[in-house]
């Protein structure tokens, strides 16, 4: 009983502080991108203290909720889409032994995302500004903008890693279950 109890704690203070975060993307529209990625990488403690199911369906709350009571839609989708499920799919991606492959693995599974979320925003969401942004980079604004967008993904992994690597060290000591 007590197994339970502590995942379904631990599951809503960090379900709490990733709606937080995409809250805080609303009052702070500068961090639009970064506050997603914060959450995302909160959803890591969930997959490495209790389960990969479990942070999944932590995923799939905050989602819900993010998409439904948060001010900056764009922000809330940007989670949904791209940086909320990365985390967890990391963890099944880093079990592939060859490095190039694992990285073109990531890199086309970022892509998608990234297209559907532009198709997403603008024709679902209607949000044209998005596209006036690409136009003003000139005929290939698209490509320079998914060019950036690689850049910025590809740091985000590797902070990933970092993160996921002083999260054991230093801090996982602390979500230890006493028995």
């Not at 985390?87 to 880093?94: A, K």
Request: with cysteine; glycine share 6%; hydrophobic share 60%.
């Amino acid at each position: 009983m007590r197994d339970i109890s502590y995942r379904v704690a631990l599951g809503g203070i960090v379900s709490a502080l990733c709606l937080l975060c995409m809250f805080l993307a609303g009052i702070m529209p500068a961090f639009y991108l970064v506050l997603p990625m914060a959450a995302g990488v909160l959803l890591m403690i969930i997959a490495e203290e209790v389960s990969i199911s479990w942070a999944w369906l932590t995923y799939i709350s905050v989602s819900i909720l993010s998409m439904f009571m948060t001010a900056d839609k764009e922000a809330a989708l940007v989670f949904v889409m791209i940086f909320g499920h990365f985390p967890i799919l990391r963890l099944y991606l880093e079990k592939i032994r060859l490095k190039g492959l694992r990285w073109v693995i990531k890199i086309i599974i970022f892509n998608l995302c990234a297209v559907g979320f532009f198709y997403v925003t603008v024709f679902v969401f209607g949000i044209q500004q998005m596209l006036d942004e690409m136009n003003d980079l000139g005929k290939y604004g698209a490509v320079i903008l998914l060019a950036l967008c690689n850049i910025i993904f590809v740091l985000y992994d590797m902070n990933l890693w970092a993160f996921y690597r002083i999260y054991c060290i230093k801090l996982k000591h602390r979500f230890k279950r006493k028995k």
